[in-house]
T-cell receptor, first 113, second 115 residues
Framework: DTAVSQTPKYLVTQMGNDKSIKCEQN?????MYWYKQDSKKFLKIMFS???????INETVPNRFSPKSPDKAHLNLHINSLELGDSAVYFC????????????FGAGTRLSVL | AQSVTQLDSHVSVSEGTPVLLRCNYS??????LFWYVQHPNKGLQLLLK??????LVKGINGFEAEFKKSETSFHLTKPSAHMSDAAEYFC?????????????FGAGTRLAVHP
């Protein structure tokens, strides 16, 4: 079983559309994250949830809205997609919100045309 | 603020020769440091971690890293490269403002392994 799974793996869409990426972890972890990897491979955290509560919110446009229905799921909804949103989005989870290892999903490659 | 600098964007080695990927860190407190690897079109896999225990850390696939506080370095090494080691490697430091951990990634080093 995949520990941290993301769907879809690839997402191609037009500018202005709204799309969602889903993430699920079966590790029993309390904390989940979204990271964005740009075209130069640079990775930056976007959000973190701990037990369904938002704890980290980096300076991300409010077109991005994370939602955590339970602690095993963290979804990312993006409104009014722009060309600059094209990237690989990684979900991760960790046992707690403290200094523990983070385990990453395989990524979702979003292409906005 | 926490940060890491990976000193080489690309490293090329021959199969069977040693690998050295360099990383310097900046930290206002005792750091937690990691190396992650990303194979082409794959997710991120943890290679090893340093969290203030032994300064020489052994990881998976024969990799190890040494924490040197005096040099603020955390270089990744492997005695003998294998073709399957070709990938992107990220040096990472933990930042935990307000007690919540977030990972700060270096820019990455692409390792090429030639026959």
């Amino acid at each position: 079983d995949t520990a941290v799974s993301q769907t879809p793996k690839y997402l191609v869409t037009q500018m202005g559309n709204d799309k969602s990426i889903k993430c699920e972890q079966n590790l029993g972890h309390d904390t989940m994250y979204w990271y964005k990897q740009d075209s130069k491979k640079f990775l930056k955290i976007m959000f973190s949830y701990n037990n369904k509560e938002l704890i980290i919110n980096e300076t991300v446009p409010n077109r991005f809205s994370p939602k955590s229905p339970d602690k095993a799921h963290l979804n990312l909804h993006i409104n009014s997609l722009e060309l600059g949103d094209s990237a690989v989005y990684f979900c991760a989870s960790s046992p707690t919100a403290g200094l523990t290892v983070q385990y990453f999903g395989a990524g979702t490659r979003l292409s906005v045309l | 603020a926490q940060s890491v600098t990976q000193l080489d964007s690309h490293v090329s080695v021959s199969e069977g020769t040693p690998v050295l990927l360099r990383c310097n860190y900046s930290s206002s407190y005792s750091p937690s440091l990691f190396w992650y690897v990303q194979h082409p079109n794959k997710g991120l896999q943890l290679l090893l971690k340093y969290t203030s225990a032994a300064t020489l850390v052994k990881g998976i696939n024969g990799f190890e890293a040494e924490f040197k506080k005096s040099e603020t370095s955390f270089h990744l090494t492997k005695p003998s490269a294998h073709m399957s080691d070709a990938a992107e490697y990220f040096c990472v430091v933990s930042d935990y403002p307000g007690g919540y951990n977030k990972l700060i990634f270096g820019a990455g080093t692409r390792l090429a392994v030639h026959p």
